[in-house]
């Protein structure tokens, strides 16, 4: 076996930065409901969209006693053909003391998916590890990949935040130049310079908060010239509308809040006087110019929206679609599930889908179909995975404890 990578190994744990195969007879074991350890991951493997996502359930003996809370707890590896949503493989990571794995729900957590790059998944579970896309089984851990790296200061105990993605996975010592590793050999490079042999395509993993009522949600939305926003109903837009703030934006970002629906707008964008609004024709006018919104026009159609924004990937941006172009609208009162529409980027609706999530928490767009992850209504906020086909609307979805 080549010195720090291990292949093969069919349950295997990644504890303070070291794996190890688990022992054999164990006793029956009682397994709690899988959840979610994000973010989740969406990528393509010889052609086929797969999603991957980290799941954790509580692990004790049958023989305990009921009622006795669970010592330990299983953090698996879960990949999924998409648009089916079909499991391809679950693989056991890691069974640790319960309440070892950070289990803090927000986008900075430490544990969870780091990328995938040439079929290898990256992660860190309390160290880093690297683990194959196609089947989920160990390819290395930090003690192989620092063994392999000698020259690589502090590479055998790195922490979280010195790892990075840019070509590939980047390791910044302190105090010292960044490394590049490759996922295909774990030999690391300086990153200071250009790789010596091509990098094949990385793969972030999603974007992941606990969702709310205006999470992965903008209020405007741009085509080149064309302009699409969603203010509450009692606004009324005047041309030429001047811009308010950086970044251009038309409309307040502040969403309005409950209890208040909103229109959709359109217009055009185009460049004119910057000076203040109502600046009289014949005083000198030494503004310059700057972004105006004319030929705005409310589309009723599209009315009486609540909490709704262009659905986002958790970027400052709304997602734009192709044939035909457009964008998405994500509306609907909390506690309920949402509503998702599509429009074309005249404004004009294309289809509206209900959907069985209450708090979207990642979003994962491409290019035939959308993946969300998402919770659903109370009280029991079931966490759960949506597909959604844009050509018609169409929604696949399946929950982290579906059988198989």
């Known amino acids: 076996m080549t010195a720090g990578i291990y292949v093969g190994l069919l349950t295997t744990a990644l504890v303070g930065g070291a794996m190890y195969a688990a022992f054999e007879g164990t006793p029956p074991q009682r397994l709690g409901p899988r959840r979610l350890l994000?973010?989740?991951?969406?990528?393509?493997?010889?052609?086929?969209?797969?999603?991957?996502?980290?799941?954790?359930?509580?692990?004790?003996?049958?023989?305990?006693?009921?009622?006795?809370?669970?010592?330990?707890?299983?953090?698996?590896?879960?990949?999924?053909?998409?648009?089916?949503l079909v499991t391809r493989f679950v693989a056991h990571l890691v069974t640790v003391d319960r309440g070892r794995i950070d289990s803090r729900g927000s986008h900075d957590m430490r544990d969870g998916l780091i990328g995938e790059q040439a079929a290898t998944i990256w992660l860190w579970l309390d160290g880093l590890g690297a683990v194959s896309a196609l089947d989920g089984k160990l390819l290395a851990d930090q003690a192989g990949i620092a063994g392999r790296n000698a020259a690589v200061p502090g590479l055998a105990s790195p922490v979280r935040g010195q790892l990075r993605l840019a070509d590939a996975l980047v390791f910044d010592p302190r105090g010292g130049p960044p490394w590049r590793i490759d996922p295909r050999d774990f030999v690391a490079s300086p990153a200071a310079a250009p790789s010596s042999r091509s990098l094949p395509a990385l793969t972030a993993p999603a974007a992941f908060g606990p969702g709310g009522p205006t999470a992965f949600r903008v209020l405007e939305a741009r085509f080149g010239e064309g302009w699409l926003g969603l203010p509450s109903s009692g606004l009324s837009l005047e041309a030429p509308v001047p811009a308010r703030g950086p970044g251009t934006r038309f409309l307040s970002p502040t969403a309005p809040g409950v209890g208040v629906t909103q229109q959709l707008w359109r217009g055009a964008v185009r460049m004119g006087s910057?000076?203040?609004?109502?600046?009289?024709?014949?005083?000198?006018?030494?503004?310059?110019?700057?972004?105006?919104?004319?030929?705005?026009?409310?589309?009723?159609?599209?009315?009486?929206?609540?909490?709704?924004?262009?659905?986002?990937?958790?970027?400052?941006?709304?997602?734009?679609?192709?044939?035909?172009?457009?964008?998405?609208?994500?509306?609907?009162?909390?506690?309920?599930?949402?509503?998702?529409?599509?429009?074309?980027?005249?404004?004009?609706?294309?289809?509206?889908?209900?959907?069985?999530?209450?708090?979207v928490t990642s979003v994962m767009p491409g290019a035939r179909h959308l993946v969300l992850a998402g919770l659903g209504p109370p009280p029991h906020e079931a966490e759960t995975l949506v597909v959604v086909t844009l050509a018609d609307g169409g929604v696949t979805l399946a929950g982290l404890n579906t059988p198989g």
């Open 38 to 84: 994000p973010p989740p991951l969406r990528t393509s493997l010889d052609g086929q969209d797969t999603l991957f996502l980290l799941t954790r359930r509580s692990e004790q003996d049958a023989t305990d006693a009921p009622g006795q809370p669970a010592p330990r707890e299983q953090v698996e590896l879960h990949a999924l053909a998409l648009p089916d």
């Open 274 to 359: 910057a000076a203040p609004p109502g600046w009289p024709a014949h005083f000198p006018d030494r503004f310059g110019q700057a972004e105006r919104l004319v030929d705005v026009a409310r589309l009723p159609a599209v009315a009486g929206l609540t909490l709704a924004g262009f659905l986002t990937a958790g970027t400052e941006a709304p997602i734009l679609l192709t044939d035909p172009p457009g964008v998405l609208v994500l509306e609907g009162m909390p506690g309920r599930g949402l509503t998702l529409l599509r429009l074309d980027a005249a404004g004009a609706l294309l289809w509206r889908a209900g959907l069985p999530v209450a708090r």
